[in-house]
């Protein structure tokens, strides 16, 4: 129904106030938004926690129908405003901080007026009708913010995990590609920033694969304990204000309504208060940022020059590096993936200490916990997207380079220790170092191995595995 009113009023405990006539949220939104203008993350930046938030709705919608205490328009309406949300409607009519006092208070009722207005529109009425479909007596039926918000936090961040699993198996998949391409380049490993022994440019690429790899059953491990939820705990647990059944219906129809296994909590009292979920979950992600870094870093020393560093491989040129210096291109994305992996441990600090902050039933520190909580996974979905399409893709290697390197090496008589016996690979290792010529050269020219021989030992396929050729030395 058209609404020609400019303005209306609401009222609450605090009294009254005027609001736009269309405004889809109410006077506890309001409220919401002149005590918190703390941070720029607002709640309509992330649409995974607006459709958690949706999706606890309808599911307690759905069980307060069963148990009579919804009339069928009322559920219906109530139903077709969350579809409307989830389908992406009207997410901008949630404006509140995520940072916020109260316990996530500003975020549910939010959530409940909004959804309120856009069933009474359903229903033929205005916004601020709230004697057909009310915030609080109808959307907030048999629930507190105790049991809706971190509900809604955990769908939120389950969605948010599934989506962001396709995006870093990509980038392992651009790693392992590379792997392949540079599978018959032979380099020096190194450790501790000094010549060790040798291997092939493509083990680098896969292992840097392998390591990400590996994390992906950890990230899925810490998320599954998203779909353990308190839906029914009401304020502190204990399910005062709900009908006995509830609680087990309402999640009942929230795992269907999302199709995923979600379960009601144990001890609903205790889990209430635990935000052990966020804190695992955090760790884990902890764990790709602090790798994503650390092949970034690679990335950087590997590229580095071009002609005073190790020069081994080539970044895609994104942009000129210098306003000063005349063709210098900088490691942009390698550095701009690592300050993203720096945010992610800075808040798994914060959500470790916010967790820690929970005081008897109730952690009222859960609203920064969720903010640092889906502001990790987007900058790690987003990372992992860049790393892979303005870095990885576009590598290319410096296989002369590569090996030049390796004939200059000290670290090649590890190689041929095997072969010729540790105490010569050492005379010959102090004869190379104190002369500046190569290994290489110098077993050749004092006839310890023939070219061939020594060429088959460094071989890429016999730098990848364990193998022992028919060479016999001249010792």
């Known amino acids: 129904m058209e609404n020609t009113e400019k303005t209306r009023i609401e009222h609450d405990l605090l009294g009254t106030r005027e609001l736009p006539a269309d405004a889809l949220y109410g006077i506890q939104t309001l409220r919401g938004l002149e005590n918190f203008s703390i941070s720029r993350f607002r709640l309509e930046y992330y649409p995974a926690f607006i459709n958690g938030l949706a999706y606890t709705k309808m599911a307690a919608a759905e069980a307060n129908h069963r148990l009579g205490l919804l009339t069928d328009e009322q559920y219906a309406a109530i139903k077709a405003a969350c579809e409307d949300i989830i389908a992406g409607k009207y997410h901008d009519e949630f404006p509140v901080d995520m940072i916020q006092g109260g316990a996530g208070t500003s975020t549910n009722m939010n959530a409940n007026e909004v959804i309120a207005n856009i069933a009474l529109i359903h229903m033929g009425h205005k916004p601020g009708e709230y004697g057909y479909c009310s915030p609080h007596d109808h959307v907030n039926r048999s629930q507190s913010t105790n049991d809706a918000y971190p509900t809604a936090i955990h769908l939120g961040l389950y969605a948010s995990h599934l989506e962001f699993l396709p995006h870093l198996e990509a980038l392992i998949g651009s790693f392992r590609e590379k792997g392949r391409e540079f599978?018959?380049?032979?380099?020096?490993?190194?450790?501790?920033?000094e010549d060790a022994v040798p291997m092939t440019l493509g083990q680098t690429f896969d292992g840097f694969a392998s390591i990400l790899e590996n994390e992906i059953l950890h990230l899925n491990e810490a998320a599954e304990d998203f779909l353990t939820v308190n839906l029914g705990a009401t304020a502190i647990g204990t399910g005062i204000c709900s009908e006995p059944g509830y609680a087990e219906?309402?999640?009942?129809?929230?795992?269907?309504?999302?199709?995923?296994?979600?379960?009601?909590?144990?001890?609903?009292?205790?889990?209430?208060?635990?935000?052990?979920?966020?804190?695992?979950?955090?760790?884990?992600?902890?764990?790709?940022?602090?790798?994503?870094?650390?092949?970034?870093?690679?990335?950087?020393?590997?590229?580095?020059?071009?002609?005073?560093?190790?020069?081994?491989?080539?970044?895609?040129?994104?942009q000129p590096g210098s306003s000063i210096m005349p063709g210098k291109v900088n490691p942009v994305i390698p550095e701009v993936v690592s300050q993203v992996a720096f945010k992610v441990i800075g808040n798994?600090?914060?959500?470790?200490?916010?967790?820690?902050?929970?005081?008897?039933?109730?952690?009222?520190?859960?609203?920064?916990?969720?903010?640092?909580?889906?502001?990790?996974?987007?900058?790690?979905?987003?990372?992992?997207?860049?790393?892979?399409?303005?870095?990885?893709?576009?590598?290319?290697?410096?296989?002369?380079?590569?090996?030049?390197?390796?004939?200059?090496?000290?670290?090649?008589?590890?190689?041929?220790?095997?072969?010729?016996?540790?105490?010569?690979?050492?005379?010959?290792?102090?004869?190379?170092?104190?002369?500046?010529r190569s290994v290489y050269d110098i077993v050749l020219e004092e006839g310890i191995l023939t070219q061939e021989d020594l060429d088959a030992i460094l071989d890429p396929e016999n730098m990848i595995r364990p193998v022992r050729l028919d060479i016999h030395a001249r010792k």
Request: aromatic share 4%; charged share 20%.
């Open 348 to 436: 798994e600090l914060c959500v470790t200490m916010a967790g820690e902050a929970a005081q008897m039933e109730l952690n009222a520190m859960e609203p920064v916990m969720a903010q640092c909580c889906f502001e990790s996974v987007d900058l790690m979905r987003n990372a992992a997207d860049t790393l892979k399409a303005l870095c990885i893709d576009g590598i290319t290697a410096n296989p002369e380079r590569c090996m030049a390197e390796v004939k200059n090496s000290i670290g090649i008589v590890t190689a041929l220790n095997p072969y010729i016996g540790y105490d010569h690979s050492t005379n010959i290792a102090k004869k190379a170092l104190e002369t500046g």
């Open 249 to 318: 219906m309402a999640v009942e129809a929230l795992g269907r309504i999302t199709g995923w296994n979600v379960k009601l909590a144990a001890d609903r009292v205790g889990a209430t208060s635990d935000t052990s979920c966020m804190i695992g979950y955090m760790s884990a992600l902890k764990r790709v940022a602090v790798k994503m870094s650390k092949i970034c870093n690679d990335l950087r020393l590997l590229a580095s020059g071009p002609r005073c560093g190790f020069e081994e491989i080539n970044l895609p040129a994104r």
């Open 183 to 193: 599978a018959h380049i032979l380099k020096m490993g190194r450790t501790q920033l």
